[in-house]
């Protein structure tokens, strides 16, 4: 099992990375996150452990948890940020995707000036936006991109079809949806991206909704247990395990707030599944 993949075809990312958002506080807040000195060394410590690819966006905090990010790590090294725009935050209760040409514009260019940077490794598009054409979302990333403003450009919370369709305008890098052990109803695509070479980013990949700590993977939790018990695991490294195992070109980042929590998902790039693991854990049955 490899544990790096080449972003792009150009930088080079370990495959277990760190999703920053609960760095933003409790449900709720709406401002920056309340432990700023714990959260900067909750990232360094990320990094310590071989944590090279960072992800974060606009609406976290709403821009908090960019500069939170800045604040701990700038200048980065050989650690890639990876940022999203197209949805905008208001308010803790209004969240809503934006996708406007000038709203991406404004957007990246308030990222770049909050993570400290002059060109973004990899911008995605969070979010289509029902009220603006898909294309010009794309070919809105595609003019940052010519301007030197990103790398590379990835997108989020999308179909085949949409992945399709912004690959005949720019290419793509990576792909981030909701994907986990009983969740797999992206198989198709991720398959897609495996053959293109594209970075597939699962987000939610222990099956929780942001902030619920109470949504263990349920219909996998025997199957888990039991492998973990035999590779002296817990089971939530089983199942990032079982994401690294599944494609070469998948990138996982689970988030959290503790370093304790950090530590053990970081240990699970070092699980060895088992032809035979790998034939249960596919036989869970998944949410489609």
């Not at 500069?67 to 935050?89: F, H, M, R, S, W």
């Not at 973004?120 to 990333?141: C, G, K, M, N």
């Not at 070109?249 to 970081?266: D, K």
Request: glycine share 8%; proline share 7%.
């Amino acid at each position: 099992m490899s544990k790096t993949f080449l972003l792009g075809g150009d930088l080079s990312v370990n495959r277990l990375g760190y999703g920053a958002m609960r760095l933003c506080g409790q449900p709720g807040n709406f401002g920056p996150y309340a432990d700023w000195e714990g959260g900067k060394t909750l990232l360094r410590r990320a990094v310590e452990l071989g944590v090279n690819f960072i992800d974060t966006a606009h609406p976290y905090g709403p821009g908090f948890n960019e500069e939170l990010i800045a604040d701990a790590l700038a200048p980065y090294g050989n650690v890639i940020i990876t940022t999203k725009g197209g949805v905008e935050k208001t308010a803790p209760d209004k969240v809503f995707p934006d996708g406007k040409p000038e709203s991406l514009r404004r957007f990246c260019e308030l990222s770049l000036k909050r993570l400290k940077l002059e060109s973004i490794p990899l911008y995605q598009l969070h979010r289509p936006d029902p009220a603006v054409p898909f294309a010009e979302s794309v070919s809105t990333l595609a003019k940052l991109r010519a301007e030197g403003k990103i790398r590379h450009i990835g997108l989020s919370n999308v179909t085949l079809e949409q992945v399709e369709e912004a690959q005949a305008i720019v290419p793509i890098a990576s792909v981030q949806n909701r994907y986990n052990i009983t969740e797999r109803g992206d198989d198709e695509l991720v398959y897609h991206c495996t053959q293109h070479d594209i970075a597939y980013l699962p987000w939610g990949p222990l099956a929780a909704r942001p902030f619920d700590r109470e949504a263990p993977l349920a219909k996998a939790e025997s199957v888990l247990a039991t492998i973990a018990e035999r590779l002296r695991a817990t089971p939530s490294q089983i199942a990032l395990a079982w994401l690294l195992h599944r494609s070469t070109n998948i990138i996982v980042i689970p988030g959290t707030t503790s370093i304790a929590h950090l530590e053990e998902n970081m240990a699970a790039a070092d699980l060895s599944l088992s032809s035979g693991d790998l034939a249960e854990l596919q036989n869970i049955t998944p949410d489609l």
